[in-house]
């Protein structure tokens, strides 16, 4: 049986050996903090390690995992491939153009090859060129989309450019349901996705966290018209990652993939609703989460169709980790 539009059966995971906190995002990510210590290599080693462990986690509850290694010293963020890669069921794949300038080299033909060689790939959509005039959208960052009712839900941002975001909603065929947000000291959230996480029954939304009543009205209207059970996060739990959760297909159904920090955070009531029909699945990363994203951000969730004459199930370490990485923006 197919995963549910919603949930994805298989993801994407870049594993970093050169990680750190990316000094050009924290101008807007608020969501960053420092190491206790300046221990770089030491830093690195860990948040590796945290990306092996929850690739790890999801192949043995059954999601296939593609990982990729990256050695490279100018790519701090490049554990976050959800922002930079989307896929769809349609048998299209779209790139997106990023704020940070170090993060733009992320974008990599391998990873692209493989989706190619693994699944149905019709075409490539390539946005990145909207870096040239300053048009940004992160991808699944700054778009938490509603794959089953078409929608984008979106934080406003200079990391979700309203152009930018008009052209995907086009050529994909998405409802924009923007929304401005703010925490308790008035700033913006940078990506929509730590805030709000829409799986196939449930959706997680830091709804104190949006600006005004008739916008928190319009996005817990549309996600219960779309029959989804609405739970309010706290700002507090926001700040914890419990947003920045992923509705994943496992060996036995749905399955929530998020930090151990982010479950923590969850009332017994809240556990009890999601539990309902969602496994949680909790993973330690609390040095990936120095960056300012957690176990969401670390997944880029793999929709497209298999190829039929490939097994859908893929080796944990299957996904070229010596390949050359180019970079697909022009």
Known sequence: ???????????GRIRPHRFRPNELTRVDN????????????????????????LAEALDAAGVVVHLFDD??????????PNNWLSTHPDGR??????FAVNRRSERRADVVRLLQERYRVDQVVDFSGSERDGQFLESTGAMVLDHRERVAYVSRSHRAHPEALARFCATFGYEALLFDTADAEGRAVYHTNVLMSVGSAVALVGLGMIRTAADRARVTDRLTASGREVIELAEEQVREFAGNALELTGRDGPLLALSTRAAASLTPAQRRRIEATTQLLPVAVPTVELAGGSVRCMIAGVHLPPR????LRASLFGAQPGAVRVPVAP
């Open 1 to 11: 049986m197919a995963p549910p539009l919603q949930a994805p059966g298989a993801r």
């Open 30 to 53: 608020a969501f960053q903090s420092l190491p206790a210590a300046p221990d770089a290599a030491g830093v690195a080693a860990r948040a590796r390690d945290e990306v092996t462990r």
């Open 71 to 80: 050695h490279a010293h100018d790519r701090p963020d490049s554990v976050f």
């Open 93 to 98: 794949v779209a790139l997106y153009p990023m």
């Open 308 to 311: 039929p004459a490939e097994p």
